[in-house]
Every structure is written in C-alpha cells, then in structure tokens.
C-alpha cells in the first residue's frame, strides 16, 4: 500500500513507513491537479502545514484510510470532509511540545530583555548599552490563552521562574489548572491582569482575530507573545499598540500569511521580535514528530488504533488486545441485526454485560454502527459511522451493566423503528472463538462468517427438513444449523450457514408454505 508525504519529514519517519513493508511517496511540490492525481491510490497521507486537505482531496484518494498531520495544527484538513468519507485524521501533539514551550520561553526573554536588538546594534558597531532597560520575568503575571499541552508545560516552566500564572480556557478543569499552578479567569481578566501574554489557542473561525485593538488596551505596558497559531493576533493592530506604546514588547513565531511579507507592518517596529516560525524546529522535535505520525500511519493501514486519531475513536494500546476480539463481534451482530429488521432503522442500542464493561468500549460501539450501515451505505467505517447515524437521525445508546447471566462477556446489537425491533447478541467462547448467541432471545450457537440463512417458523414435525430440501433443489448446501424455539410446537428460529447465495425463488418457495413465518438472507465479510 503507498503512503504519500507531500511535506518534509525527518527520515526517521520515513523508515518507520518503509520497514513496516509500505511504499512511499514523496511529492513536496504537490498541489492541484497533481496532488489529486497522487494521492488517488494511497492509502496513507502525511502533511505539515504547507498541504491544504480539502474535500477535493478526499473525493479523489478513494483508497485512503488516513491523513497524518506532523505536528499539532489541523486547519489545513478538512476534518468533516475526512470524516464524511470514513478517513481518519491524526496529529502528532506530542512531539513537539517541549520545543515549542521552549521557544516560546525564549521569546518571552527575549522580547523583555530587548535581546535580538541589541545584538544586531553590536554587530553594526553600537555600545548601546544605556538604551535598552529591560524587564524581569520574576514575580511578575504570565497570562496564558489556551491551556492545551504546549500551553501547560509553558505555565510550568515559567511558574518555576517565579511568575504567577493566569490562564483562560473554557475547555478544562479548575483542578487541572491548579495542578500546573495556574488561576483560571475570564478572557478580559486574563489580559488585563497579565505582564506577559502568551498565546496557545488552535486557529478557528471563533479564535481568527481574537486579540485586536480593545484587548491590545487591556495588556497596556505588557509583552504578548505568539509560538502557537497565526491569525490569533490581529497583526496590523499589534503594530499600531507598538508604535504608539501600548504595548511594551511583542514576539512572534507565527503569522496569518507565511512566509511573512517584507511589507508586514510588523517589520517596521523595533519593539516587535519575529522568527520564522522556528516553534518546532529542533532536531529531536522533528524526530519525534515525524516517527509518531508515521506510527498512526502504520497503526491505521494495519488495522489498529491510532493514538491521537481527532475524528475516530481511539483505544490505548495496551488495551487493544483485550478489546480487540470483541470488534468484529459488534460488528457482526450489527450487520445480522440490520438486515433482520423490516423498514427504517430509527434507533440503535448497543449493550455491554460482564468483564467487558471494565474496558473502554467507545471504538467497539463505532464498530457496531459500522455493522448495521454497511448494508445500507456505499462506504462506512468506524471513523464516519457515528456521523451517518447523527445524520440520519437515528438514536445511539449505549450501556453496561457488569452482570451477566450466561456469558463471561455479552455485547447486544439492537436496532428499531416504531414498529418493530431486532436484537442480536454475540461472545466469545474459549477466548478467541466469536459466536451470535441470541436472535431475538433465541438461544443459538451460530459462527458468525460469510453468508447465514435465518428462517422463523412454527415449530412443526418436517419444517426443518422442507428447508433443507428447499435449499438442495436450489443448488445451496448448508455448512451447519442451529435451532431454538419458545416451546414445544410454538414458534422456531433456525441460523443456517450456507455455501452460497439463497436464490429469490428459493426464498419465495419456502415463503409460500403457511409453516414458514419468514426467511432472511444474510451476508457478512462482504460475500454477497
């Protein structure tokens, strides 16, 4: 399978890919016509921030399965395109952490004590000593925007200079803030409140121009540095607050257009620090970036879980052995349950009973609603499942309960409409061995593969060998059976594996006897 990288990554990463068996391909240059036409047979994808992943993109890579991201920042995929077409999209957060708080770190020296100015006056020949009196980073307030990982491990580092920490950020806990030593405020509060203003939100529609003129007054005499995203900082703005002293100082590492302009107005003001975009690049970051991504890559193509998977359920590694069995269970009893049920799907409950319920089961329940669209839908996976069901407005829930009566572990698919509603429970029996156990309360003993007969009758002396006979006459041998019933004479249900596909006609003649109370064809492993 070919992985095509169209940024640069280290080598590392590429070995990764390479010696796990996969073929890849490098296209740096790559945009338009000719990225579309690269990426139509592949099946992985690694960026940086210079590939923009846009919807063309996924609708021409109809093989692909994921888009790596080397680094933290996704605004150049579209993740709703990805997961429309059931393509995962994964970033490497982190790899580069350490580098970027590091650099945003320096930023902050830099800027407070005026550092790259007076180096580039010495190096003219200036002892310009007397012109720069700089500031102290101890004891005064570090205000953070965006408490994600680089933002932390910032906080930590500066709050054991001796800075005391405010942050905003709507998306985490009191208790995780206070752990780092941070106070989480309101967003005026933050900057009013800061000497220092640094900089760690993802570039969105709400954060684009999130720091502008009003909030530039509220950091009066105070330094704002940027090591995150561009954009954030309204940059025509910041160069006004510099020329006209609002703002002691800035830095930035970032910028809304890269490379940046030689007419940005951020260039014109001595009180302004650039660097280009230098938040990530050290030689271990790189490393660490690059082989990450391409271990999502190969994870994905493989069939395992992705760590940092954005769109698409994850399970920690050490967990997938264990919950790994009970993926193509939940699957399975989906895709009988869906093809059981007469008209629209309209809810969908999938139940957890025994040690399974100790597990993390998120990726198991995408994995059953992929089970029950996979009839229904021309592609479906885990990844866009959950998304086919919220737009098709069908119901999900899920439960647990650590009881079970019968079974060690029980997963139970049950789909419904207003009318009717079908329910299939799957085990697994001797650790590895995948079994449907019940349909519809029925207990059975099914082998859940390839192509399945499911017959309801009354149960009656020579039902089973009419459906037998039926079956032979059509050419269909049956591989085994397995039969439940209410109660003597009541009603039946019969799990025939078969060897081929059931013809209509054969359908119709066991249909056409008053004994047979209905028939269904049933294909999974994508057999027809």
């Not at 932390?152 to 030593?181: N, T």
């Not at 999938?350 to 597990?359: K, L, N, P, Q, S």
């Amino acid at each position: 399978m070919k992985v095509l990288v169209t940024d640069p990554i280290a080598d590392a990463g590429l070995d990764v890919l390479t010696d796990a068996g996969y073929d890849v391909e490098t296209g740096y240059e790559l945009e338009g016509e000719e990225l579309l036409e690269a990426v139509s047979d592949a099946g992985g994808l690694i960026v940086r921030s210079g590939t923009e992943v846009t919807e063309e993109v996924f609708e021409a890579a109809e093989e692909l399965v994921i888009v790596g991201r080397a680094g933290i920042g996704v605004d150049n995929i579209d993740i709703d395109a990805a997961t429309d077409h059931g393509v995962i999209v994964a970033n490497a957060p982190e790899g580069n952490v350490r580098a970027a708080a590091e650099h945003t770190v320096a930023m902050a020296f830099a800027t407070a004590r005026s550092i790259p100015q007076a180096h580039v006056r010495l190096k003219d020949g200036e002892w310009a000593k007397s012109d720069y009196l700089g500031a102290e980073l101890d004891n005064k307030t570090l205000g953070v925007v965006g408490l994600g990982r680089v933002g932390q491990e910032v906080a930590k580092k500066l709050d054991s200079l001796g800075m005391d920490i405010v942050a905003f950020d709507p998306y985490i806990s009191e208790e995780r803030a206070e752990r780092i030593g941070a106070e989480l405020v309101e967003f005026e509060e933050c900057l009013a409140a800061a000497d220092f203003l640094t900089i760690h939100t993802p570039l969105t529609p709400e954060t684009e121009g999130l720091i502008g003129e009003d909030e530039l007054d509220l950091l009066e005499d105070g330094y704002v540095v940027n090591v995150g995203r561009g954009g954030i900082i309204d940059e025509d703005a910041l160069a006004a607050k510099a020329a006209d002293g609002t703002i002691a100082g800035a830095a930035l590492d970032v910028f809304a257009e890269e490379p940046l302009s030689a007419d940005s107005p951020l260039l014109g003001h001595d009180e302004i620090i650039v660097t280009p975009h230098l938040g990530a690049s050290t030689e271990a970051a790189q490393e660490n970036v690059a082989t990450s991504t391409a271990e999502q890559v190969a994870a994905a193509l493989a069939g395992e879980p992705v760590a940092n998977a954005l769109n698409a359920p994850s399970i920690d590694e050490s967990a997938f052995p264990r919950v790994e069995p009970y993926i193509e269970i939940a699957e399975t009893a989906g895709k009988v349950a869906a093809q059981l049920l007469d008209g629209r799907i309209e809810r969908i409950e999938v139940t957890y009973e025994g040690d399974i319920t100790d597990e993390d089961v998120e990726f198991v329940t995408a994995s059953a609603l992929k089970g029950v669209f996979e009839p229904l839908e021309w592609q479906v996976n885990a990844v866009n499942a959950p998304q086919i069901a919220e737009d098709r407005g069908v119901d999900v829930t899920e439960s647990k309960t650590r009881q079970a009566e019968d079974f060690q572990s029980l997963i139970s698919v049950t789909v419904g409409n207003d009318d009717d509603e079908v329910s299939v429970d799957g085990t697994l029996f001797a650790g590895d061995d995948p079994r449907i156990v019940r349909v519809d309360g029925y207990r059975v003993d099914a082998i859940p593969h390839g192509k399945m007969v499911v017959t309801r009758n009354t149960d009656e002396p020579g039902v089973i060998g009419l459906i037998g006979s039926v079956m032979g006459n059509h050419d269909v041998n049956i591989a085994g059976m397995f039969n439940a019933r209410e109660t003597i004479g009541g009603e039946a249900l019969t799990v025939y594996n078969v060897d081929s596909q059931v013809p209509e006609a054969a359908k119709d003649e066991l249909n056409a006897d008053e004994r047979i109370i209905g028939v269904d064809y049933i294909t999974l492993n994508g057999q027809n």
